[in-house]
């Protein structure tokens, strides 16, 4: 079933005013089908919509079909001594889902607690946060071929997660519909809070040996502390990545630029904090008009106000640019263009 004429004010974090020409939400599977046998995918434009918290549109009208996917329903495929594996809808809310299992007492998921978003869009950047990604509970998932409505399924490996990225956002972009994760959660949950401010909340708190419900109540409070709300100003999380730069090139940096923040990435390379470098060239807190990026988050993009997506992308290009020009690196989007 399409609808036409859709606002999408409800379903993009930025808080911009965009209208859908086609639009069509999924509760099951067989609607996907439905609109592959009615060709509507070859002849129309279309975009993959989960709760929109990752997604800047740029103009206030979506020419095409945004397909929002609302599937529900969660189930217990198995159970052994040490993991319960779990199967859930891509419609569902990823906050609520690991609230659920966080109360259910199984590990894995605590540091990930309160990410915007579905369920569905969880592996297409291989979310992280506080020192865990998604990879690291997830068992396999299943989506459909729009270009010839087969269901596969994709395991661990054929995802190509990364960091910030997997095939559904490089080589596979665009052409699956993710409709079930599954997830592998650990009956005797093992911690892990390795992460600085994760570390020292808890010790704040007194608390020597967390479990896993203590461990995301130090997540939300730290990301509720940290995050401007959507509800109250529009953004999208972390715009940019992290970049990865090679040692010679960081150490470069370091000599000019004594307090540069980086940390170990894969041999030979370090990962950069793209806050710092945004905070360098200015952009901390700037504004023009109603776009800029927050002050307390350089990393965020906030829509202060009014702002077209046209607007909040040329901010975020000339922050961009003001790094390429003062350090020479070239930051990656985080944040998917519609
Ligand atoms: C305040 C705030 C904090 C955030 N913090 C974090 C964080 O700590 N870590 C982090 O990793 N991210 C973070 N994000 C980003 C965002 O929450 C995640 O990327 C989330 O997974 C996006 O989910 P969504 O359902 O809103 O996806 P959408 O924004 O709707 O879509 C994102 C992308 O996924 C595709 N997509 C969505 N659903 C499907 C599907 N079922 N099948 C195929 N493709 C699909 C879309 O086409 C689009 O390309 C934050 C965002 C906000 C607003």
């Not at 099951?28 to 592959?36: R, S, T």
């Not at 509507?40 to 929109?52: A, Q, R």
């Not at 095939?167 to 519909?177: A, E, S």
């Not at 023009?288 to 909040?312: M, P, S």
Request: aromatic share 10%.
């Amino acid at each position: 079933m399409m609808d036409r004429y859709v606002s999408l004010d409800e379903y993009n974090t930025f808080g911009l005013h965009v209208t859908a020409s086609y639009y069509s939400k999924i509760t099951d599977a067989g609607e996907i089908f439905d609109l592959i046998k009615e060709s509507v995918l070859t002849e129309e434009k279309h975009l993959i919509l989960g709760g929109g918290s990752n997604v800047l549109f740029l103009d206030d009208f979506y020419n095409g079909l945004v397909i929002h996917i609302n599937s529900k329903g969660k189930i217990l495929l198995r159970e052994t001594v040490n993991d319960v594996y779990i199967r859930v809808a891509a419609g569902e809310s990823w906050s609520d889902f690991v609230v659920e299992m966080v109360n259910q007492g199984y590990g894995g998921l605590e540091n990930l607690s309160m990410i915007p978003g579905t369920v569905g869009a969880a592996p297409i950047q291989n979310i992280g946060a506080y020192g865990t990604e998604l990879k690291d509970v997830f068992y396999q998932l299943t989506a459909i071929d729009l270009s010839n409505g087969e269901k596969v399924l994709f395991n661990r490996a054929e995802c190509e997660f990364g960091y910030r990225t997997s095939v559904f956002k490089t080589r596979l972009k665009d052409r699956f519909i993710i409709t079930h994760v599954d997830f592998k959660l650990k009956k005797h949950p093992v911690i892990n809070v390795n992460y600085g401010a994760l570390h020292q909340h808890l010790y704040e708190k007194g608390i020597a040996n967390p479990t896993v419900n203590d461990v995301s109540n130090s997540v939300i409070s730290i990301r509720k502390s940290k995050l401007p709300d959507p509800a109250q100003l529009g953004n999208a999380g972390s715009f940019f990545k992290n970049p990865v730069v090679h040692n010679l090139l960081f150490q470069d940096l370091q000599r000019e630029f004594p307090d540069i923040v980086g940390y170990n990435d894969m041999k030979g390379f370090k990962k950069v904090s793209a806050a710092w470098l945004i905070e360098k060239t200015q952009w901390k807190g700037k504004r023009i008009g109603n776009a800029g990026f927050h002050d307390k988050q350089a990393l965020i993009l906030v829509n202060y106000g009014n702002a077209t997506g046209r607007e909040l992308f040329q901010v975020a290009m000339q922050a961009k640019q003001a790094v390429i020009e003062n350090f020479g690196i070239e930051l990656e989007m985080e944040v998917n263009i519609a």
